[in-house]
């Protein structure tokens, strides 16, 4: 790995620390109603959007009526969604005559931009409509990115509230994060993205001779406007096939930089927000530096392999001190490449600029195992943090109180066996949908169909498939045929599973923790802030994950690895 490579990572490492308890608490005052310097411009938009809507933004929701709300939300956008998708081809903006989409890929497209996940079985630039992606597709990636950050709220208030019923407003919740956080946000990188050379046009697609005398279309369309929120809002559906490995997309290493940082920058400043609400800051910061940890030792990995090159192959360019180019873009390098894979499967992400197929095995280890831990390092969203406190903190607490012999606590409040249930409920579903659709499709004949790649690498390809749509991240292994109906139908129930299996009992166990009056620390009371609780929130993460999958990636990329060390390729 370069000296300069690490510089982008220690760059990109400063900028998140700084930019943490400003854009944090910036999002504590919005969420909380506190007065912002946009409040000027953009309350009395506010106040109109309730009054068409009917919403009364001083009533409050029990954890049943959050629920219900964000369940109908999804219900109605995915009905919506699939509509949209099969009347394409009739719709305006239809720059040059795109079909529209079979039934079960726009049920899985549809299910896929409603549940933050943005999995595309298709070539975004030949499949989708202008009108699709601006009005359908965009839409969406500021919809669904808002939803989690509304669950992460909801479940600040329940853990950290005294003796009450609610959470706050769903739909008030959704409102702001998308009028005050994701939008302004979002235009503005658009506009720095445009200046780097990314398009934002209506023009149809341009036909153009090359140097070479022969013709090609090159696809444009809307393009800035849907990247920056697709990175921002931890969506990863590109506009184009190549996602942000295409030029149309990610054209320079400033915007490969900007949209690492974008990919990162909600979720690690929640745990600053999470800290205002908790009234201590040292319990965000604590956070902070538990997904921080992980997500650095994995992209130190990705990135010191991928520039190591290929050790079956010694004389090829990896000599020259280039690395694993393979699948790559010269624009960004191998290392890079490593640490993109790691920052866009580490925040739910799943936007590429290289091919994770093409990884080492070990490297291409890292991405699958950050969404196996159910992509809390720093995670999506909103769901990094619910995932985290949830899997982590709670089950943490729980192993804390066992050692020490008493009823474990988390923030002054009694952490009792409906939370346990509920923690144990969001940690298994991830692990039943993942191992569950893997062995389904490595048991069928339609789900062998789909890998291109033999022996444990085409297993690893059917494995991340699900672990990407499960965990909702989107990313690809880019070596599984997956636009057949057994693919659609199966990944979107996993991206069903993966995101409303765990809203619902985590927002059940915010309700829980909501109701609970607080108990004064004692001498028994494990702290929960600290390097030790640092060390047992990763030790508790870590386990989990290798617990429910290490015997999967035995049989993929760790295989795959010990082969390739022997001399065997597929």
């Known amino acids: ?24 608490g910036y999002i504590y005052r ?17 106040r109109v959007i309730y009054r068409v809507s009917g919403v009364d933004e001083t009533a409050e929701q029990d954890w049943k009526g959050y629920t219900a709300a964000v369940l109908a939300m999804a219900f109605v956008a995915i009905a919506a969604g699939y509509v949209f998708l099969r009347l394409q081809n009739v719709l ?9 989409m079979s039934p079960d890929l726009a049920f899985n497209t549809s299910v896929s931009f409603e549940t933050n996940t943005n999995w595309q079985n298709y070539s975004g630039e030949s499949a989708a409509t202008y009108g699709t992606q601006a009005a359908m597709l965009a839409v969406r990636n500021f919809t669904s990115a808002a939803t989690g950050l509304a ?18 407003n769903y739909w008030v919740d959704l409102t702001r994060g998308i ?3 994701l939008l302004p946000v979002s235009v503005i990188g658009a506009v720095v993205l445009v200046w780097q050379g990314v398009p934002q046009t ?16 090159i696809a444009l369309g809307p393009v800035a406007s849907q990247e920056w929120i697709k990175e921002m809002g931890n969506n990863g559906g590109g506009f184009f096939n190549a996602n942000s490995s295409h030029p149309f997309e990610n054209p320079t290493g400033l915007t490969n930089f900007l949209e690492m940082f974008a990919l990162l920058l909600t979720a690690f400043a929640l745990t600053y927000t999470f800290g205002k609400y908790a009234g201590k800051q040292a319990q965000g910061w604590t956070i902070f530096a538990a997904m921080a940890a992980i997500l650095v030792v994995g992209a130190v990995l990705a990135m010191h392999l991928e520039s190591q090159g290929n050790p079956l192959f010694p004389n090829t360019v990896a000599q020259a001190g280039v690395g694993n180019m393979e699948g790559k873009e010269v624009r960004f390098g191998s290392a890079v490449s490593g640490l993109f894979a790691a920052i866009t499967t580490g925040t739910s992400t799943g936007a590429i600029n290289s091919w994770h197929d093409s990884f080492q095995p070990l490297s291409g280890m890292v991405p699958l195992f950050n969404m196996e831990l159910g992509e809390i390092t720093p995670g999506g969203i909103g769901a990094g943090m619910y995932g985290m406190l949830t899997i982590g903190a709670i089950l943490a607490v729980f192993i804390a109180g066992l050692m020490v012999g008493r009823t474990p606590e988390y923030l002054g409040k009694k952490v009792e066996a409906f939370e346990i249930k509920m923690a144990m409920l969001t940690a298994l579903v991830l692990g039943a949908s993942i191992l569950g659709f893997t062995a389904l499709a490595t048991a069928t004949a ?31 292994f880019a070596g599984l045929s997956g636009n057949t109906t057994f693919y659609n139908i199966t990944g979107a129930l996993a991206m069903l599973i993966g995101r409303y299996g765990m809203i619902v009992p985590i927002l059940a166990l ?18 929960t802030t600290g390097a030790t609780w640092t060390v047992l929130l990763i030790g508790v993460v870590i386990i989990v994950g290798a617990l429910a999958f290490f015997p999967a990636l035995s049989l993929g990329p760790i295989a795959e690895q010990l082969l390739q060390n022997a001399g065997k390729v597929f």
């Open 202 to 217: 209506w023009n149809p697609t341009q036909v153009v001779t090359t140097l070479q005398g022969a013709t090609q279309n």
């Open 510 to 527: 915010a309700g829980s923790m909501a109701a609970k009056r607080r108990v004064a620390p004692s001498l028994g009371t494990f702290p």
């Open 179 to 181: 009028l005050y956080i």
């Open 1 to 24: 790995m370069a000296f300069g490579d690490f510089l982008t990572l220690a760059a990109l490492a400063v900028a998140i620390l700084i930019a943490t308890p400003l854009w944090g």
């Open 30 to 46: 919005v969420m909380e109603g506190q007065r912002v310097f946009l409040s000027p411009v953009l309350r009395p938009v506010e």
């Open 151 to 168: 669950i992460a709220i909801a479940l600040f208030r329940g853990l950290t509230r005294r003796s009450t019923k609610t959470l706050g």
């Open 92 to 100: 305006p903006f239809n720059q040059g005559g795109i079909p529209a």
């Open 446 to 476: 339609p789900g062998q169909a789909g890998p291109l790649n033999a022996g444990p690498h085409g297993f690893s390809e059917i494995l991340y498939a699900y672990s990407s749509m499960t965990g909702n991240n989107g990313s690809a």
